[in-house]
Structure formats: structure tokens, C-alpha cells
């Protein structure tokens, strides 16, 4: 079952990360920030490098980091980038956390690593899986997970559009997903939401 977290929810996780000061939390914050506003995949935030996102008003997902494949001509699979925009507030935060790493002596090059563990390494799978459930159970919320962020950003994409075929399509582009059938599930979800709410009544 897809995992949502309502308007209430997601801004309760992102206060309860931005409340808290120090560096880790700064971080952290970005992470949750970046990921309810973009819909990127795990392997896809830990991937970021500084000059994916610095000045950027979008941000290429770059193929190393996506399961995201096409099918060639040939029958072979390729990985394939997309490119998804940052709005203005995402765009100010960002400039704001690459300030912060500079006054923290990290790495600021267009290769480093946008993420970096207390050790100064890439931030693995496993960390940013436990930097979310972390702040999750810290603000009283239920068995959501890091996917739980990428559900939530197409959730909230398709409440935007009456036009169903053109909610789809966007989703689909900004999600990186090769076809319609995946993108689909979240309609479905959104309709079994409608149906519990009409009944509730």
C-alpha cells in the first residue's frame, strides 16, 4: 500500500527538523526539504552532487544515480536523467545550506557531495533511511518511510490539476517514471481516498 503523508503531516515532520538547531539538524532539514519538494528517490538525494543544485532553478537527476531506464533499440536498458525545477523557496534554502556547509569547513566543489556523513563522506542509503525515521518518530508520526516523501510529492502534484491525462503526464515527467501504469497507482490511491471520505459522511 502507498504511504501518503497529509498537508498536517509533512509540515509537522518539517517543523519539528527545523525547530532543532546544530548542524546535523541543518542537514537533515535540507534533506526532508529537498525531498517533499522534489520527489527525488533515496539513490537520487544521497547521489546529489554540489553542482547539481548550486544556482540551479532545476536540478538534472543525473543517470548514475537513478533506477530510472529506457529501453534502447537493441533490447538493452539504459539509465536515463530527467530534469526537475526547484521552486523559488527550495532554490533560497538551498543557497542558504550551501552557505552553511562553507562556514562548517565542508567540501563545496561542483563534484562534492551535497549530503556528507560525520565522518565527511557521501551519505549511504542506510543513514538517510535512518535520518528520516529519526525525525519521524520525533514528531509522533506513524511507519512512514524515505518513499513516503516521493508519494507525497505526486500526491500533492496531481491535487493540482482537473485534468487527469495532464496530471498524469506531469507526474510521470517529474517522477521519472518510463510509463503511465506506474504513474497510474496514484490516481488510484487519490480515488480510494474520495470514495472513504464520501462514506464517511
Known amino acids: ?50 553542482g547539481d543544485v548550486r544556482g540551479k532553478d532545476k536540478l538534472f537527476v543525473r543517470p548514475e544515480t537513478t533506477k530510472a531506464t529506457i529501453r534502447q533499440a537493441d533490447g538493452t536498458k539504459k539509465a536515463r536523467g530527467r530534469m526537475v525545477p526547484l521552486s523559488k523557496k527550495l532554490q533560497a534554502a538551498i543557497k542558504r545550506f550551501l ?18 556523513s560525520k565522518k565527511g563522506a557521501r551519505l549511504s542509503a542506510r543513514a538517510l533511511q535512518e535520518v528520516f525515521a529519526y525525525w519521524r518518530d520525533r514528531a509522533g508520526l506513524e511507519h512512514y518511510t524515505v518513499h513516503s516523501m516521493r508519494h507525497s510529492f505526486a500526491k500533492r502534484i496531481l491535487q493540482r490539476y482537473e485534468n487527469r491525462a495532464e496530471a498524469l503526464a506531469v507526474v510521470q515527467k517529474l517522477l521519472g517514471h518510463t510509463s503511465l ?5 496514484y490516481v488510484e490511491a487519490g480515488e480510494e481516498e474520495l470514495r472513504e471520505a464520501v462514506e464517511s459522511r
Request: no cysteine; aromatic share 6%.
Open 1 to 50: 500500500m502507498m504511504k501518503y503523508l497529509s498537508d498536517k503531516e509533512e509540515k509537522q515532520l518539517l517543523r519539528t527538523a527545523a525547530d532543532v538547531k546544530g548542524k546535523k539538524a541543518e542537514r537533515d532539514s535540507m534533506i526532508l526539504v529537498l525531498g517533499f519538494n522534489t520527489g527525488l528517490r533515496l539513490s537520487e538525494i544521497t547521489g546529489l552532487n554540489i
Open 99 to 116: 552557505s552553511l556547509k562553507l562556514t562548517w569547513r565542508e567540501a563545496i566543489s561542483d563534484d562534492a557531495p551535497l549530503f556528507i
Open 181 to 185: 501504469s506506474s504513474t497510474g497507482v
